[in-house]
Nanobody
């Protein structure tokens, strides 16, 4: 059974940093693409980054490029999202998602598996 569990969210001041974790089970990153998404109140789920180890593809949304970095720890089967220079507009619930067929940065509806989300709040 595929499971994803996010952690690491919290409250941080603008300009600060947070590292989110996505612990995966039931699959390996060799076979599945990982996406990080976020959803602010009243808005749709927005793609942040798509990572495919198999295809050596990492694509960031323009809004986070240069500030966010995705990495993976294969022995721990965990993906991390390092978020630096945070802005109030980064405030959202952050989700990780996985899918065995995705190859490109795409919409949330294309992903089959989701975690429960973790809240990130950036104060001004």
């Amino acid at each position: 059974e595929v499971q994803l569990v996010e952690s690491g969210g919290g409250l941080v001041q603008a300009g600060g940093s947070l590292r989110l974790s996505c612990a995966a089970s039931g699959f390996t990153f060799d076979d599945y693409a990982i996406g990080w998404f976020r959803q602010a109140p009243g808005k749709g789920r927005e793609g942040v980054v798509c990572f495919s180890k198999k295809d050596d593809i990492t694509t960031y949304a323009d809004s986070v490029k240069g500030r966010f970095t995705i990495s993976s720890d294969n022995p721990k089967n965990t993906v991390y999202l390092q978020m630096n220079s945070l802005k109030p507009e980064d405030t959202a619930v952050y989700y990780c998602a996985a899918d065995p067929t995705i190859r490109v940065f795409t919409t949330a509806g294309e992903y089959d598996y989701w975690g429960q989300g973790t809240q990130v709040t950036v104060s001004s």
